[in-house]
């Protein structure tokens, strides 16, 4: 505001010193002075008054909007084990213990807890008749074929299981190279269809009469032939003399 003030002064004194000068009025080059000192002192005072002025806040950029991070996926449940009674529906139970004495008394055709019934027929369809002889050490294959008279579909579930042993006539453990389970299954066998068992035996090294007995068994039943029978072999084994006369019962 001091420049300002100075500048209007020297103004008004150049006014009056031209005026006292001429006594006719100023000339034009005169004026033209005076207005351009005026000019001058306009643009002093707008340039002070400006800079007087707090300057005006510089607008902050906006924010960035921000990005929405996609939601954590939603873990699946873990696939639940089956449990003891549902893990037997997918491997067989590795063995059974020995049944010595009377064979069990399972009702024939065990019912499933839902809604079919296991059962079979042996019709007489077999190899290595009972009685046949073998010299000790002598593998050989005994087959059965058994029809499916329940109404559940045999899988690979079903098993031959061994129930009962004699030798000689007296009970025994002898398995004579069998399995106490074996699996018999390898296609699915329906209601009415029928069934191939094949076992595996060697004779035993001692002179004298074998049997051995067996039932099937489902993932939750354990039942026989026509009611509840069993499936068996009988042979008699001989030393290296040859075959011997068949030992009465």
């Known amino acids: 505001m001091t420049k300002t003030k100075?500048?209007?002064?020297?103004?008004?004194?150049?006014?009056?010193?031209?005026?006292?000068?001429?006594?006719?009025?100023?000339?034009?080059s005169e004026l033209e002075a005076v207005q351009t000192i005026a000019a001058a002192t306009a643009v002093m005072g707008i340039t002070q008054t400006a800079a007087a002025m707090p300057p005006s806040p510089t607008p902050e950029p906006p924010s960035a909007t921000p990005t929405e991070e996609p939601p954590s996926p939603t873990p699946e449940p873990p696939t639940s084990t089956p449990d003891g009674a549902a893990a037997s529906l997918f491997s067989p139970t590795p063995g059974l213990p020995p049944v010595l004495g009377a064979p069990p008394t399972s009702t024939p055709g065990g019912q499933p807890a839902g809604s079919c019934t296991y059962a079979a027929a042996f019709e007489g369809v077999e190899t290595v008749p009972d009685g046949t002889q073998y010299p000790f050490g002598k593998a050989f294959t005994k087959t059965w074929r058994i029809k499916n008279t329940g109404t559940c579909t045999w899988d690979g579930t079903l098993n031959l299981v061994w129930v009962y042993s004699l030798t000689d006539g007296k009970e025994s453990s002898e398995l004579m190279g069998a399995e106490g389970v074996i699996a018999i299954v390898t296609t699915n066998v329906p209601p009415n269809g029928y069934l191939d068992i094949n076992v595996d035996f060697v004779t035993p090294s001692k002179v004298g009469k074998y049997r051995v007995e067996f039932k099937l068994r489902s993932s939750n039943a354990i039942f026989g032939v026509n009611g509840n029978g069993t499936l068996w072999v009988e042979i008699v084994a001989y030393d290296s003399g040859g075959p011997v006369a068949t030992p009465t019962p």
């Open 6 to 28: 100075t500048g209007l002064a020297l103004l008004v004194s150049l006014s009056l010193a031209l005026a006292a000068c001429g006594g006719g009025g100023p000339t034009l």
